[in-house]
T-cell receptor, first 108, second 113 residues
Framework: RKEVEQDPGPFNVPEGATVAFNCTYSNSASQSFFWYRQDCRKEPKLLMSVYSSGNEDGRFTAQLNRASQYISLLIRDSKLSDSATYLCAVNSWGKLQFGAGTQVVVTP | GAGVSQSPSNKVTEKGKDVELRCDPISGHTALYWYRQRLGQGLEFLIYFQGNSAPDKSGLPSDRFSAERTGESVSTLTIQRTQQEDSAVYLC???????????FGPGTRLTVT
């Protein structure tokens, strides 16, 4: 079993709709969690950290569920420019482990 | 401020040749990571530096791959006797601490012909 798993998608989302997806992790001792965005043929860029109480940054909301060992990302009012692959990253055994990514495609 | 930089941005080499890829992390970042990303695939961890030492080399795919870091700054990833399966984007990232958020450089696109 991989330490960090994501649904690869693609999630096809109409412009203006809401989309949410999860990332599960296996190490219950993980302490830090992040979401990254990666555009085609570009490097990953940090989108947001995920805090225990959940946090919001504009149209993006991240949640952490320690009991079930997953983090989630919700995107409201999707824009065409939100089309990308979203990578989760979880601290595991002293270093960040990355998921393989969830592809989101926002359509007009 | 300046982000992570990598050079060259693109490298085309013949099978069997050696290549060196360079990474300049964000100033003050003690942790440095190398990843490989094949086309359409996820990030593949290669090696992690904390300062000048490499506590985790578990991702290096073979003994043809090596990396070093000097002066707690620049790192070089060397691939000897390149093979076609080495073709990928090699990404470098740095962070303030070993388990903190990582910032990526633009990558080096390596093509082995």
């Amino acid at each position: 079993r991989k330490e960090v798993e994501q649904d690869p998608g693609p999630f096809n989302v109409p412009e203006g709709a809401t989309v949410a997806f999860n990332c599960t992790y296996s190490n219950s001792a993980s302490q830090s969690f992040f979401w990254y965005r990666q555009d085609c043929r570009k490097e990953p860029k940090l989108l947001m950290s995920v805090y225990s109480s959940g946090n919001e940054d504009g149209r993006f909301t991240a949640q952490l569920n320690r009991a079930s060992q997953y983090i989630s990302l919700l995107i409201r009012d999707s824009k065409l420019s939100d089309s990308a692959t979203y990578l989760c990253a979880v601290n595991s055994w002293g270093k960040l482990q990355f998921g393989a990514g969830t592809q989101v495609v926002v359509t007009p | 401020g300046a982000g992570v930089s990598q050079s060259p941005s693109n490298k085309v080499t013949e099978k069997g040749k050696d290549v060196e890829l360079r990474c300049d992390p964000i100033s003050g970042h003690t942790a440095l990571y190398w990843y490989r990303q094949r086309l359409g695939q996820g990030l593949e961890f290669l090696i992690y530096f904390q300062g000048n030492s490499a506590p985790d080399k578990s991702g290096l795919p073979s003994d043809r791959f090596s990396a070093e870091r000097t002066g707690e700054s620049v790192s070089t990833l060397t691939i000897q006797r390149t093979q076609q399966e080495d073709s990928a984007v090699y990404l470098c990232a740095s962070s303030l601490a070993g388990d903190g958020e990582q910032y990526f450089g633009p990558g080096t696109r390596l093509t082995v012909t």
